[in-house]
Every structure is written in C-alpha cells, then in structure tokens.
C-alpha cells in the first residue's frame, strides 16, 4: 500500500525554525516526485514546495521562497521540508503528497502552529 | 501565476439531488484540470484528473468536463457521504501548482 506519514510539526515562535519529515512506503520513492501542500485553519489549500525523484529540481511558492528549503534523502525514503524565519501566516495543516501535481496519495498532514 | 475561480462558494442541495461545480481559470490550463474531494479532518482526495478521467475506485456518479478555460465537476445523484469540500487545481502552467478556493458543499 503506497503512504506517506508526516511528522515534524509543533509551536513554534515567530522567526523560529522547524523540520518536517515525510516517510514514504509502498512506491520507489526515488522514481517519485514529491510534494508539500499546506492548508490554514479553515482556509484551503495551497501549494507549498515540489523536489524530483533524484532531489536536482526544487519548486517554491513565492510565499516561502528563500525561507523554506525541501530536500530528500532517497536511503531513507523520506522528504523533508526545512522552514526558517516563520511567521504566524505559515500555521497550517502541512501535507506531503506523492508527485508533483495530481496528488493521488496524502499524508494525514502535521500542524505547525506559529505563536508567541 | 494561473488563478482558479470555483463557484458557487456554498452550494445546498438534498441527497438524490444534481450538483453542478464551477471552476474557472484565468488562462487556458487545456485538460490539466484535476478535483479534489476533503471531508472535516482529513486530507483531500483525487476524484478527477485530466478535466474528465475518474480516478481508481470514484463512483460513476462524479463527473467532469470542460476544458481551457471553463470546467465541471457534476455529482448526478448525491449520497449522503458526497456532503464535503471540493477543490480544482491545474497543473498547465507551473510553479506554482494552484487551487481554487473550494466549494463547500452542504445537506440543505
């Protein structure tokens, strides 16, 4: 069965750092895109940050760009997603997701709340 | 950036009802138009992609159509598990990736 299974989120304060871990199982995971969509309290979703299955490519939204920095680590079947300067904009719902687009598999997503 | 406008925001409507979903884009995204289902609490989940094709195992009651600019997602009898929030996302022109702002369909 193809999962993917986030961890990582918490409160955190304003300017803080966090790490997101996505542990993917089921697919070989180097063939495979992946993906970060985040999704605020009641709002909906927003596209987040991509990486290719070989971790060369990597896609930001124009709202993290600089800020945050999504790698992969294909010995372990994981993806990561390095979120520095945080601002109370960025609490939400973080979901990895399989691919680049279509996203056809989702984690149950990992609250990251930023607040002093 | 490719925006997608969905409409209506909230559509109420009974169970054995026709629903019919909006999603319009900005710029043509061709057949690269894809819906998302999200029921409270849990991640979304791929119904349509490719503006038409139902994904492995979505009833034969979700359907979509459209293409360029203007496209439909059409549930022709609702259940009552069909009650959630539904978004578009096209994948044409990219990054960024983008959705629209969902439709929030409700038991009336």
């Known amino acids: 069965e193809v999962q993917v299974l986030e961890s990582g989120g918490g409160l955190i304060q304003p300017g803080g750092s966090l790490r997101l871990s996505c542990a993917a199982s089921?697919?070989?995971?180097?063939?495979?895109?992946m993906s970060w969509v985040r999704q605020a309290p009641g709002k909906g979703l927003e596209w987040v940050s991509g990486?290719?299955?070989?971790?060369?490519?990597?896609y930001y939204a124009d709202s993290v760009e600089g800020r945050f920095t999504i790698s992969r680590d294909n010995s372990k079947n994981t993806v990561y997603l390095q979120m520095n300067s945080l601002r109370a904009e960025d609490t939400a719902v973080y979901y990895c997701?399989?691919?680049?687009?279509?996203?056809?598999?989702w984690g149950q997503g990992t609250l990251v709340t930023v607040s002093s | 950036e490719i925006v997608l406008t969905q409409s209506p925001a909230t559509l109420s409507l009974s169970p054995g009802e026709r629903a019919t979903l909006s999603c319009r884009a900005s710029?043509?995204?061709?057949?690269?138009l894809t819906w998302y289902q999200q029921k409270p609490g849990q991640a979304p989940r791929l119904l349509i992609y490719?503006?038409?094709k139902r994904a492995t195992g979505i009833p034969a009651r979700f359907s979509g159509s459209g293409s360029g600019t203007d496209f439909t997602l059409t549930i022709s009898s609702l259940e009552p598990e069909d009650f959630a929030i539904y978004y578009c996302?096209?994948?044409?022109?990219?990054?960024?990736?983008?959705f629209g702002q969902g439709t929030r369909l409700e038991i009336k």
């Open positions: 997701a399989k691919d680049f687009h279509d996203f056809w598999t």
């Open positions: 089921g697919f070989t995971f180097s063939s495979y895109a």
């Open positions: 990486i290719s299955g070989s971790g060369h490519a990597t």
């Open positions: 710029q043509s995204v061709s057949s690269y």
């Open positions: 490719d503006a038409s």
């Open positions: 996302q096209q994948r044409s022109n990219w990054p960024p990736i983008t």
